[in-house]
């Protein structure tokens, strides 16, 4: 494919933020409804009150969960899906990168990355270097949900092209693997205690080669 073609995170997700709420609702609620995501994080979340979300993009998860007594901050390198999240008038944004997050050590009670926030991170010390982060911003015990491709899919593999239709064009950035193994590493390093290896969105099914996410649920340790 030629490098021209290939958009950065950054840019992809600008272009993508008209469609982005109409694309999803077209695709991923088909799998996972939004009363049933409502109702998964709401049970996840029962206890805590400050909650960031990691690549928030339009604020959709915020948004589903705003009216439940938590207060949300939302992060994205994004620009333009922010400005459709901030129309909304739940939560709080700030438009930051996660490899630097803007906030002071132990302010979180909880964090969560859905539907491939942290997917463009290329190697393995950016990685590390994102949840050495989020575990700074979480206050002790706080919860971690990170939710991405699994890398032993077919389509996926080390790097992976995601392309999407923004209107009638189709655009496409890269995407990276998070191999279990390498997940189960840097949540060690970085004081995480993995609670869950989860395989699918009806958020029971045990992770396996031949799931279709990787889903991890882990807190910092006290
Ligand atoms: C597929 S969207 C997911 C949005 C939202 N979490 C959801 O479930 O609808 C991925 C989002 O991650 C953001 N993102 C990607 N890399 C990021 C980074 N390094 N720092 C902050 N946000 C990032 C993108 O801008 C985009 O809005």
Same mark, same amino acid.
């Given at each position: 494919? &030629? ?6 995170? %950054?840019?992809?997700? /600008? ?11 077209? !695709? ?15 049970? =996840?979340?029962?206890? $805590?009150?400050?909650?960031?979300? =990691?690549? @928030?993009? !339009? ?7 705003? $009216? @439940? ?6 992060? /994205? ?24 997050? &803007?906030?002071?050590?132990? !302010? ?14 290329? %190697? ?7 949840? #050495?982060?989020?575990?700074?911003? =979480?206050? &002790? ?14 389509? !996926?593999?080390? %790097?992976?092209?995601?392309?999407? &239709?923004?209107?009638? #064009? ?7 693997? =998070? ?28 992770? %396996? ?11 910092? #340790?006290?």
């Amino acid at each position: 494919m &030629p490098e021209k073609d290939i958009l950065s995170p %950054t840019a992809f997700w /600008d272009e993508m933020a008209p469609y982005y709420d109409e694309y999803v609702a077209s !695709t991923r609620y088909k799998f996972f409804k939004p009363e049933d995501e409502a109702k998964f994080f709401n049970e =996840l979340f029962k206890g $805590r009150r400050l909650i960031l979300d =990691l690549g @928030c993009g !339009t604020g959709r998860t915020i948004r589903l969960l705003g $009216r @439940c007594g938590y207060k949300f901050v939302g992060i /994205d390198i994004s620009k333009k899906m922010l400005q459709i999240a901030k129309g909304f008038k739940q939560g709080s944004y700030v438009l930051a990168d996660i490899r630097h997050l &803007p906030f002071l050590d132990s !302010t979180f009670d909880a964090a969560f990355s859905l539907h491939g926030g942290v997917s463009h991170l290329k %190697t393995f010390d950016e990685k590390l270097q994102v949840f #050495k982060e989020i575990s700074r911003a =979480l206050k &002790p015990r706080g919860l971690l949900f990170i939710d991405v491709r699994n890398p032993y899919r077919r389509d !996926t593999g080390e %790097t992976f092209v995601v392309e999407w &239709p923004a209107g009638k #064009k189709k655009i496409k950035t890269m995407g990276y693997a =998070l191999w279990p193994k390498d997940a189960r590493e840097i949540l060690r390093e970085n004081q995480f205690k993995l609670k869950h290896l989860l395989g699918d969105y009806d958020l029971k099914e045990k992770y %396996t080669k031949g799931s279709k996410r990787l889903i991890i649920i882990a807190s910092k #340790k006290p």
